[in-house]
């Protein structure tokens, strides 16, 4: 059982998310959901879990700080960003503070299972 931290403050980002989470990992897994960094970092450390899937753009805290605070609270944390933003240097940013990877919205299953499978996140 893999516990997942999905983090994104749109219920529409969330559900986009969880699909893709569910076509991958099927069931057998324990989804924590978050909508916004500040809630994210709090999950983390009540939950500890396996992969943290991070929105960037969210009130109160945005997925770039909520990133850098996770991973400086567990250097062996998985943050892999899941956003539309791409601006040049947002990725640089995020991996800056501690993101393995970044992932386009709208999510490309097979992409986001071949960025997990080369972290040796899955099988
Ligand atoms: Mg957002």
Do not use: W
Request: aromatic share 6%; net charge negative; glycine share 4%.
């Amino acid at each position: 059982m893999k516990k997942l931290l999905l983090t994104d403050d749109s219920n529409m980002g969330r559900r986009m998310v969880k699909k893709a989470i569910k076509d991958i990992f099927s069931d057998d897994i324990e989804l924590i959901e978050a909508q916004n960094g500040q809630e994210a970092l709090q999950a983390y450390k009540d939950n500890s879990p396996h992969i943290c899937f991070m929105d960037l753009t969210m009130p109160v805290m945005d997925g770039y700080e909520a990133t850098k605070l996770i991973t400086e609270f567990d250097k062996d944390a998985k943050v892999i960003i899941v956003s539309a933003d791409i601006q040049s240097g947002a990725f640089e940013k995020t991996k800056q503070n501690g993101a393995l990877a970044f992932i386009k919205k709208p999510i490309d299953v097979e992409n986001l299972k071949s960025t997990l499978k080369n972290l040796g996140l899955i099988s």
